[in-house]
């Protein structure tokens, strides 16, 4: 059955959360159970299209310029699970990488531009593109963070920022995206990108020296995942707390106990939207008074999580796509 779209009238809401902050206005796709999860989602900076990855390695691209969505194609982009997706700044062209490979393609005409293979013995997490575009980062295991030429699909070079010590025992980590920084955060003005390097959980470094500007360290838990805010803050979700750091002083300002999953800011920069898959919940969180503003039942396990100006876009276990407006 053909994917589609079950969206409330203009102006209403098929869902509103109590407080009234969180409301489900769209519903991309239907659910189902042949576990072919939703599980990368972006949407393009004009906030026009999104494109959501699956679990078997197909891509759906979704027009969501008006109040009735329509699917503009699918295509099979990777053999297996489709790890993340990233639009470029510019708007021409979407990265895409599956277990064993990242592909650059045009999302207008679905045609592939590079197609980038990978050791099998490494694990991507996330990729971002710098702010101008000219470049692609990728973080992992084992490697650091890579940066690739878009343009060319090749490797430029890898930022290892400094070696973390080597540690033996119980505690070691042993691979995986559960012990580290699955998510990339890139600076707004591209100066620094934070990523997990090598089995180091979380280092922020510079991108043009490759040095490292700070280890976040301290935590009781390693990072999981991070996103920076445009206004200079660093927000990293760690077993259930959430940080944040003023990036110009690398000080944390604040500690907020509750939120888990991905994470992203706001439009007003006031508070983070984060993912509770444990619960199926969608929440937000003051960043001011350090506390839970408002929650909304997702109605299936989020895996994905994409913020473009006050539409928040969820990529769900059951395969659908919800969309919600962020109601400030």
Known sequence: MEPHAEAAPKGTALAVSQGGHL?????????????????????????????????????RVWDISSGA???VRTFDAHSGRVVTVAWSPDGHRVASAGRADTVLWDPWTGRETRRIP?????????????????????????????????????????LFGEPPAIRIGPKAPIGGSGHMASQLAVAPDGSWVAGAVGFDPLQIIDTRSGRLIKRLTGLEHPATHVTATSNGSLLAISEGTLHVWDTSTWEEVASIKGPSGRVAATEDRASAICTIPE??????????????????????????????????SVGCEDGTVRRYEHRP
């Open 279 to 312: 619960a199926s919940t969608l929440t937000i969180w003051s960043l001011q008074s350090r506390t839970l503003l408002d929650e909304i039942d997702v109605g299936s396990k989020p895996l994905a999580l994409a913020v473009r100006g006050r539409a928040i």
């Open 69 to 71: 969505s329509r699917l």
């Open 118 to 158: 990978r050791k099998l013995s490494t694990k991507l997490f996330d990729l971002a593109f710098s702010p101008d575009g000219s470049s692609l980062y990728a973080t992992g295991q084992p490697i650091g963070i890579d940066v690739w030429d878009p343009a060319t699909g090749e490797r430029a070079r890898t």
């Open 23 to 59: 409301a489900l206005v769209e519903v991309l796709g239907e659910a189902r159970d042949s576990r072919d999860e939703a599980c990368a989602v972006c949407v393009s900076p004009d906030g026009t299209t999104l494109v959501a990855g699956y679990e078997y390695g197909s891509l």
